[in-house]
């Protein structure tokens, strides 16, 4: 059993950055795909970012690439999303989640998190 937890969201400018964490919990977190996902009001969950179980494999929406960075940390059992140059319609609900095989899309990912909100004001 894996269990996540989001922080770190909040409001800011556009322009403005923040760092989303998700701290992991289990045996087995470390050997997971880590995405994070965001779902704004009234539309569908969407991918955003994942890391593979070591790191070593990053994967990024276009919407948000060269913006956002993820990175993880296992000895720590974190994962985090450095946003940088954020933009209104990034405005969001964002999830963390993980899976065996995680990469895109969200029937891949077994764990959620309950999300953290992200709101950019222009």
């Known amino acids: 059993q894996v269990q996540l937890v989001e922080s770190g969201g909040g409001l800011v400018q556009a322009g403005g950055s923040l760092r989303l964490s998700c701290a992991g919990s289990?045996?087995?977190?470390?050997?997971?795909?880590v995405g994070w996902f965001r779902q704004a009001p009234g539309k569908e969950r969407e991918f955003v970012a994942a890391?593979?179980?070591?790191?070593?494999?990053?994967y990024y929406a276009d919407s948000v690439k060269v913006r956002f960075t993820i990175s993880r940390d296992n000895a720590k059992k974190m994962v985090y999303l450095q946003m940088n140059s954020l933009k209104p319609e990034d405005t969001a609900v964002y999830y963390c989640?993980?899976?065996?095989?995680?990469?895109?899309?969200?029937?891949?990912?077994?764990?959620w998190g309950q999300g953290t909100q992200v709101t950019v004001s222009s």
């Open positions: 989640a993980a899976g065996a095989r995680g990469m895109y899309y969200v029937p891949e990912y077994t764990y």
């Open positions: 890391v593979s179980w070591s790191g070593g494999s990053t």
């Open positions: 289990g045996r087995t977190f470390s050997s997971y795909s």
